[in-house]
């Protein structure tokens, strides 16, 4: 199993210009999250999804937008790129039921210039 | 509104030591509080997790502290060796949706 899948892994972008980070998981997880992550900032949660055709606004929504079209697939849309959106997107998934753990994939760090 | 707290921020231990992390949360709806472990270029991977109804976890050399009066808990690391050397996330999260809150981060660095 390839777990969370998150391309591309590097991105520099000009201000302006968007770009849809991309995430899949193959473990058949209802529940997906967007999140960023700042320099000692920790990760906040920007989407999240409790199965497909559902969506929600986390924590820091304002410049991005999602869709849920299938299970396996969570992209994030980033319109108009602006600096404050310089950060490294992280993209998890979990099973839906009891307490069970977010499992993450290893980040696109995306550059506006 | 930072609703967890974590601290240090950074901490240096020699191998064998005890490694403490703390932190401290502000709201009691929170029902699952998972530490997180994230090395270099890489996404946070689960290290243990604990419910506010028991006040100790203990996985390994991996213990975690929970004082559900004081809002706090902490991530404890016995022996502590240089391959735990990596970032720590305290986290907490309410119902089923899980959005986690995540603290600020402590980089742990494990000397020889």
């Known amino acids: 199993n390839a777990g969370v899948t998150q391309t591309p892994k590097f991105r520099i972008l000009k201000i302006g210009q968007s770009m849809t980070l991309q995430c899949a998981q193959d473990?058949?997880?209802?529940?997906m999250y967007w999140y960023r992550q700042d320099p000692g900032m920790g990760l906040k949660l920007i989407y999240y999804?409790?199965?497909?055709?559902?969506?929600d606004k986390g924590e820091v929504p304002n410049g991005y937008n999602v869709s849920r079209s299938t299970t396996e697939d969570f992209p994030l849309r980033l319109e108009l790129a602006a600096p404050s959106q310089t950060s490294v997107y992280f993209c998890?998934?979990?099973?839906?039921?009891?307490?069970?753990?977010?499992?993450f994939g290893d980040g696109t760090r995306l550059s506006i210039l | 509104q930072q609703q967890v707290k974590q601290s240090p921020q950074s901490l240096i231990v020699q191998k064998g030591g005890i490694s403490i992390i703390n932190c401290a949360y502000e709201?009691?709806?929170?029902?699952?509080f998972p530490w997180y472990q994230q090395f270099p270029g890489k996404g946070p991977a689960l290290l243990i997790a604990?419910?506010?109804?028991?006040s100790e976890k203990k996985e390994g050399r991996f213990t975690i502290s929970f004082n559900k009066s004081a809002k706090q808990f902490s991530l404890h690391i016995m022996d502590s060796q240089p391959g735990d050397s990596a970032t720590y996330f305290c986290?907490?999260?309410?119902?089923?949706?899980?959005?986690?809150?995540f603290g600020t981060g402590t980089r742990l660095q494990v000397t020889l």
């Open positions: 998890a998934s979990r099973l839906s039921t009891g307490f069970q753990p977010q499992h």
């Open positions: 473990m058949n997880h209802n529940y």
């Open positions: 999804s409790v199965g497909a055709g559902i969506t």
């Open positions: 709201n009691t709806a929170f029902d699952y």
């Open positions: 604990i419910r506010p109804d028991v």
């Open positions: 986290a907490a999260s309410i119902g089923t949706a899980s959005k986690l809150t």
